[in-house]
Structure formats: structure tokens, C-alpha cells
């Protein structure tokens, strides 16, 4: 049986690395992005258009992708500008938590009870950030939009246990992508000064390993967790 992955943000830097590792192992996919595509992966891809933040899209996006087996959520957005959490405005904390985490709720709990209705093999991954447990003062919104997904995470991995569906998450660290091509130079001088105990910068397919990893079934047992794909972010040192 030919096995279906729904991936949101499919044409971003890590979407499009998890698209081509699933084609790559054979799955069919269905990527899901409000982006049109800028190229088209080789293999069994369907592109559906679909704005996250739209949940009356959903319906029409699940009855095009047909039976889905791993569920990814990697669509995300940063704030728009950066700027100092005394300044936040409320329109940006809506945009990016709309997006990021009530998008991702909701379409998570639509996928969800279709797979309670063929359970085997399903499995749901989120993808988060460091930024779920670091503060940075100048994009709070998106600090508090993950750590709203590391919920989600937990939420649906108990919700989700019963019919042995895993609901597990990845938090990347820094990540080479558009999303942080804006403060390349600022996270190159961190790195070079020690930020990272892995030093060098994230790739996509760094991502999209941790992530096929845990929607393939190659970690039984294990759900609700998560995963720092961050070149050692997350280790205190002294
Ligand atoms: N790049 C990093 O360093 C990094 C670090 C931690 C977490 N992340 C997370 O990884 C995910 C992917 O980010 P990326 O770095 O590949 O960024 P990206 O900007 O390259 O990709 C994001 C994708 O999401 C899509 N998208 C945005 N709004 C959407 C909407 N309303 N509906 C549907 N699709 C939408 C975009 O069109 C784009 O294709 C995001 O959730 C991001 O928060 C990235």
C-alpha cells in the first residue's frame, strides 16, 4: 500500500527537505503550502494550495489528499518585523500565532480523527523550535507561538495513545532557510563565537532526518517527545 505524507510549508527550506527525504524512501506526498511551488520534487507529489491560518480550508485540503499516514507540520512564519516585547503589537501576535499554533491545532485535530479511523502506521510530527523554551526578547510572539506547538505535541501524544498513534516534535536550532537569511550575519558571529557546541549552521536535511525518523516508525515506544535537531543549543556548559 502506497503510504501518504501531508506536509504543510512543503516549499520552505526545511518543508521542502522533508518532502523530497519522504519521496526519497517511496512515500506518496502531499504538500500543502499558501507558496506556489518554485520547483517540483521528483517522485509520487501533490501540490495543494492552503493557507494555514484558514481553517475553513481544511476540509477541502484532507479530501484532496486522500488517506494520510504521517501528518508533518512544518508550516511557520516569523513576526513580520522584529522588535522589542514592550513594543509588541497585538496584529503581529495574532498573525503568528494564528498561524503557528492555532493553524497547526486545528488542522492537527482534523487529521487526527481521521487517522483513529485507520490507525496503523500513522503517526503525527510537529516541528517547533528552541525558541519553544528560549526567550528572544525581540520576537516574543513566535517564542510563545512554539511553545504553544510543544502543547500541541504532549496534547496529542496523550490524546492520541489509545490507538497507538505517536506525537512526537522536532526543534530545530539554526536552520539555513529564508526564514533566517534576514540575521545571517548575526547568527554567523554567534556561531563563530562558541554559541553552538556543533559549530556550523543547521541544514534542512538535518531536519528532515529527525523528522522521517520519527514518522516511519523507526523509534517504537516512543511519543510526546522531542528533539533537538541544534548542533547542542539546548546543553548548559560550563
Ligand atoms: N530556519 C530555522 O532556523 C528554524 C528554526 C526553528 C524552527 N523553524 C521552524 O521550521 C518551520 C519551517 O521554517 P523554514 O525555516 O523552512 O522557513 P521557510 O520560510 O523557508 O518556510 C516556511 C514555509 O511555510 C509556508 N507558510 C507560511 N505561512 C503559511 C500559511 N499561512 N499556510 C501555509 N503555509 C504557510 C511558507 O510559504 C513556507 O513555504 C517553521 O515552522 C519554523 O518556525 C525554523
Not at 491560518?53 to 501528518?71: H, K
Not at 485535530?109 to 490507525?119: C, D, F, L, N, T
Request: with cysteine; hydrophobic share 40%.
Amino acid at each position: 500500500m502506497t503510504k501518504t505524507a501531508l506536509i504543510t510549508g512543503a516549499f520552505g527550506g526545511i518543508g521542502f527537505a522533508c518532502v523530497q527525504r519522504f519521496l526519497k524512501e517511496g512515500w506518496r506526498v502531499v504538500g500543502a503550502d499558501i507558496a506556489a511551488p518554485l520547483q517540483t520534487p521528483n517522485g509520487d507529489f501533490t501540490y495543494i494550495p492552503f493557507d494555514l491560518s484558514d481553517t475553513g480550508g481544511i476540509d477541502a485540503l484532507l479530501s484532496a489528499a486522500g488517506e494520510i499516514l504521517a501528518l508533518v507540520n512544518v508550516a511557520g512564519v516569523a513576526p513580520k518585523k522584529r522588535g522589542d516585547l514592550l513594543d509588541m503589537t497585538e496584529e503581529s501576535y495574532d498573525f503568528v500565532t494564528g498561524i503557528n499554533t492555532k493553524g497547526t491545532f486545528f488542522l492537527t485535530q482534523a487529521v487526527a480523527k481521521q487517522m483513529i479511523r485507520h490507525p496503523e502506521n500513522c503517526a503525527i510530527v510537529n516541528i517547533s523550535s528552541m525558541s519553544a523554551y528560549t526567550s528572544s526578547t525581540s520576537r516574543g510572539e513566535y517564542c510563545i507561538s512554539k511553545a504553544g506547538v510543544s502543547m500541541i505535541t504532549k496534547l496529542f501524544a496523550d490524546r492520541l495513545a489509545e490507538y497507538d498513534i505517536p506525537v512526537n516534535e522536532v526543534r530545530p536550532g539554526i536552520i539555513a532557510t529564508n526564514m533566517t537569511s534576514g540575521v545571517k550575519e548575526k547568527y554567523d558571529a554567534l556561531i563563530d563565537g562558541g554559541l553552538l557546541p556543533l559549530k556550523r549552521w543547521g541544514r534542512p536535511e538535518d531536519v528532515a532526518a529527525a523528522v522521517f525518523a520519527l514518522a516511519s516508525g523507526a523509534l517504537p515506544y516512543v511519543t510526546g517527545q522531542s528533539v533537538d535537531v541544534d548542533g547542542g543549543f539546548h546543553l548548559r556548559r560550563l
